[in-house]
């Protein structure tokens, strides 16, 4: 159901025309209980929105084409040798900005989380649903990519709808399959490119020039993410904004009376009547006619079908559609724009302007500690993180010195930007540590060494059948890091103390 304003009392239910293209069968008059993509049995309604021009649909198109860019640019990019962004699920490594994460860094990954969502919090509180129109994904790639196309193969809404409705001849045909063909290619690079995100382009190179039959893995995810992004961008389109997302829907509870949205100025528009060649704005305001001349032309432009003028609904995007049209008709009839703008609920009902609230205020002091803490998570993580377990199944080992012996699986991964020659030392305890296979072990950038290690201790250092063992790890004898873990010695030891 549609979060709308109140309608002011002077807008009768007869002011509201029920026409328009595709949506002629759409009682307006219960408009909260219908969504206007769906008729009455709830099946779907094709949307045909008419081609946006003006300056803020320019505006969008500049700062679209910069996400796009980036977007198709990101896995190729790389900072210091390592991806701008990669979320390799399969070997369960990530980047960030150039910088590698593992999983171990769960800690970093939930704070970002908490990063994200109160971004969107504060954003949504101050701007309403800007990233819904501006930066989401879907809309960028619906509206500026996808859209466009349709436009240049199909024409306008008027030609699409007339073509819609036309029987399927062989011309028709013709047309349809090649905007699919292209639609499904557009699909294909989209998917190449989030594959891409996932295993890294480099491995996307193997898959795309490689034989097909030595990656049908990565070939059945590309294809299954093609079909996917066809489905989405072809046919299910603003359907993924009003039935699937979750944003529109809790942005009601973050939304206030001071938050800036797409709004349509009552006060000046209603009550809504056509405009009549003989009809000079003086005499239309001694009828008590406002502004709005009921073209409905914000309806025909709007992607997901909504009319703005009955209020913020959880449809509305914030394209700012809408806010072209209506300026360039105002400009026609010789009005004044912004009878759509960007405004906030107090800006037109009591003409105050924008603020900073203590709502904001608080948000934002939340979310610039999350913000601190963030980055004191990633600027002081150690260059390397090391897990030192006693392999399973072991026990200790008698020497024939009378030293024990402990077998220990060591985990080292670099996080640094270059390899890390690394070593071990013992540090509360005397003892010897030695790890198994190369002399000078190295780990390499961005990976890590698995090996195992033997540490041998004097029985009179040991205090019991466990023992906690402190070690650091070393690099060019710099202190890296300390780990923590036990040592198995026999239980008829007498316990020592030990410094």
């Known amino acids: 159901m549609k979060t709308v304003t109140d309608r002011t009392p002077d807008q009768t239910a007869d002011s509201i025309p029920e026409s328009l293209g595709t949506l002629q069968d759409v009682d307006w008059r219960d408009f909260r209980d219908h969504i206007a993509t769906a008729d009455k049995e709830g099946r779907r309604r094709w949307l045909f929105p008419k081609a946006p021009s003006g300056i803020w649909h320019r505006r969008r198109a500049w700062f679209a084409a910069f996400l796009i860019v980036l977007m198709f640019a990101g896995p190729w990019i790389r900072i210091q040798g390592n991806p701008l962004l990669l979320f390799n699920l399969v070997e369960r490594r990530f980047s960030i900005l150039g910088q590698i994460f593992w999983p171990q860094d769960s800690g970093v990954f939930a704070v970002a989380m908490l990063v994200f969502i109160s971004g969107i919090a504060v954003f949504t509180v101050a701007f309403g649903r800007l990233w819904c129109g501006w930066a989401c994904p879907q809309t960028v790639m619906l509206e500026m990519v996808f859209r ?168 509305c995007v914030n394209c700012t559609a809408c806010i072209d049209t209506c300026d360039s008709i105002m400009l026609k009839v010789g009005r004044p724009t912004g009878l759509i703008r960007f405004a906030s609920q107090n800006n037109l009902e009591r003409g105050e302007p924008q603020h900073f609230t203590s709502r904001m205020a608080l948000y934002s002091v939340v979310l610039a500690a999350l913000i601190g803490v963030f980055l004191w998570l990633v600027f002081s993580r150690s260059p390397v993180e090391t897990t030192f377990l006693r392999v399973s199944g072991s026990l200790y080992q008698s020497l024939p010195d009378g030293r024990i012996r402990n077998l220990f699986s060591v985990k080292m991964i670099n996080k640094s930007h270059e390899p890390l020659p690394v070593e071990v030392r013992l540090e509360n305890l005397p003892g010897s540590v030695r790890l198994m296979g190369a002399t000078n072990p190295v780990v390499p950038v961005g990976q890590y060494l698995q090996t195992s290690a033997l540490i041998d201790l004097d029985p009179a250092q040991l205090t019991g059948s466990t023992t906690e063992l402190k070690l650091g790890v070393y690099s060019n004898g710099r202190l890296l890091e300390r780990v923590t873990t036990q040592f198995s010695s026999p239980r008829n030891l007498s316990p020592k103390s030990h410094p």
């Open 148 to 315: 466009k196309v349709e436009y240049l193969i199909d024409g306008d809404s008027a030609v699409q709808r007339a073509l819609a409705a036309a029987p399927w001849t062989l011309p028709k045909m013709a047309r349809r399959l090649f905007k699919h063909a292209v639609f499904f290619g557009l699909s294909f690079l989209v998917a190449n490119t989030l594959l891409a995100y996932i295993i890294g382009s480099e491995q996307l190179l193997d898959i795309q020039f490689d034989d097909p039959r030595k990656h049908r893995v990565g070939l059945t995810f590309m294809i299954l993410f093609s079909l996917l992004f066809y489905a989405i961008f072809a046919r299910f389109r603003e359907q993924a904004c009003t039935f699937i997302c979750p944003y529109g829907r809790f942005q009601s509870a973050l939304l206030d009376e001071n938050s800036l949205v797409v709004a349509y100025d009552r006060s000046r528009g209603e009550k809504r009547a056509a405009l009549h060649r003989d009809q000079g704005s003086e005499a239309r305001k001694s009828s008590g006619l406002g502004d709005c001349v009921d073209c409905r032309q914000c309806v025909a432009v709007c992607p997901t079908g909504i009319d703005i003028r009955d209020g913020t609904q959880m449809e």
